[in-house]
């Protein structure tokens, strides 16, 4: 299995509500990563878990919370979100910081 | 973290070999160079990776000067199916590696 799949993959939100995004890998990975993604921008890192502890914030604003609950998850809560924050949402793992990254499809987010 | 520099976007036609350069002129020791591919709407996917001279898998070619101040994608014969944006990423580790602004690859007929 090397797939990464993330759910849902379209979400709409108001900008009072929470909702979260999820992210799994089954490679055995120990690394990984949430990206965000404008419309013909390359994708910017968020957050970056290394054997399950946040190593990396790339001073995403708190609305934004990671969670990994084990090796193979990854969540991604949000609340409070602004439309500004639409955008496609990149999950990524990789079997180490030094390997190849691996890509989940994504999950389009649209805020209202 | 090493910058690195790709043209914007470039042409070609279906059959052509098309090479894409990634200047990467503060790259250290110890990084290395991958490419990604993406296709919209969809996460980037690993093309090749390396650290010097040459490397060669079932879909690319990577040539990495003496130097390693620039690298080269390399595609053989593409199709439409190429058409993409590549990445170019410098680092000793992918908490280190940043996207910069791709190269738009687009194949015509």
């Known amino acids: 299995d090397t797939e990464v799949t993330q759910t849902p993959k379209h979400l709409v939100m108001g900008m009072t509500n929470k909702k979260s995004l999820k992210c799994e890998q089954h490679m055995g990975h120990r690394a990984m990563y949430w990206y965000k993604q404008k419309a013909k921008k390359p994708p910017e890192l968020m957050f970056v878990y290394s054997y399950e502890k946040l190593s990396i914030n790339e001073s995403v604003p708190s609305r934004f919370s990671p969670e990994c609950p084990n090796s193979s998850l990854l969540n991604l809560h949000l609340h409070a979100l602004q439309p500004e924050d639409s955008a496609l949402y990149l999950c990524?793992?990789?079997?180490?910081?030094?390997?190849?990254?691996?890509f989940g499809p994504g999950t389009r987010l649209t805020v209202t | 973290l090493a910058k690195t520099t790709q043209p914007i976007s470039m042409d070609s036609y279906e059959g052509q070999e098309v090479n894409i350069t990634c200047s990467h002129n503060?790259?250290?020791?110890?990084?290395?160079i991958t490419w990604y591919q993406q296709f919209p709407s969809q996460g980037p996917r690993f093309i090749i990776q390396?650290?010097?001279t040459k490397v060669t898998n079932e879909v690319a070619s990577l040539f990495i000067p003496a130097d390693r101040k620039s690298s080269t994608l390399s595609l053989p014969r593409v199709s439409l199916s190429d058409t993409a944006v590549y990445y170019c990423l410098v680092g000793d580790n992918n908490n280190d590696m940043r996207f910069g602004a791709g190269t738009r690859l687009t194949v015509k007929p």
């Open positions: 503060n790259i250290a020791t110890n990084d290395y």
């Open positions: 390396g650290y010097k």
């Open positions: 990524a793992s990789s079997q180490d910081h030094r390997y190849e990254q691996y």
